[in-house]
């Protein structure tokens, strides 16, 4: 209804006023979606890609270059399970814009992983018994690890506050912390 009252409004006041209304393509309403081009570093790879300006990191990765390890999970920055490093900062993949990240380089859960070895993270994941279901694990990791890269590991308590925007549905919080003091003491 408010479409077809603003479309009202545009055609009326074109019309008061003498105007020809421009149409949908001219106005830049219908038609091509923008496209830019970038080239970044996906673990270690160098990619150069055109992608429409409104694709979202979180998108970039998981529907162009088939990396589903992030997670979709709110689509809105809430709960973590998008979380990637960007030039080492950890940041939630669902907000950030993919062409804002010309030269910049991305790290995914798929890049831990060295010549066949778990990063020791995802393996004191596995040591600590620290996912159930498995959604969340991919963003609590990359969170971790740049949670331990901040040197912000000083004390479970300090662990719990910088990685308080990753949710878990299934509760493992207490063995997510261990598992990241336990990385920790290795590094």
Request: some cysteine.
């Amino acid at each position: 209804m408010a479409t077809v009252a603003l479309g009202g409004v545009t055609l009326a006041s074109s019309v008061a006023t003498g105007a020809t209304p421009r149409s949908a393509t001219e106005s830049g309403v219908a038609g091509r979606s923008p496209v830019g081009r970038l080239a970044l570093t996906v673990n270690g790879e160098h990619h150069t890609i055109a992608v429409d300006n409104r694709v979202s990191l979180l998108d970039l990765l998981r529907e162009h270059l088939g990396l589903t390890g992030t997670k979709k999970g709110c689509d809105a920055g809430a709960c973590g399970a998008c979380t990637v490093l960007v030039d080492g900062r950890r940041v939630a993949s669902c907000l950030t814009l993919a062409v804002r990240l010309d030269g910049a380089e991305v790290d995914t859960v798929e890049g831990l992983e060295k010549d066949g070895r778990l990063h020791p993270l995802q393996q004191a994941f596995v040591d600590q018994d620290a996912f159930q279901c498995g959604y969340c694990t991919p963003g609590q990791i990359m969170s971790g690890v740049g949670c331990i890269a901040e040197g912000r590991t000083g004390s479970a308590e300090e662990i719990r506050e910088w990685m308080s925007g990753n949710l878990c549905r299934c509760g493992c919080y207490v063995n997510i912390v261990r598992a990241v003091e336990q990385a920790a003491d290795q590094g």
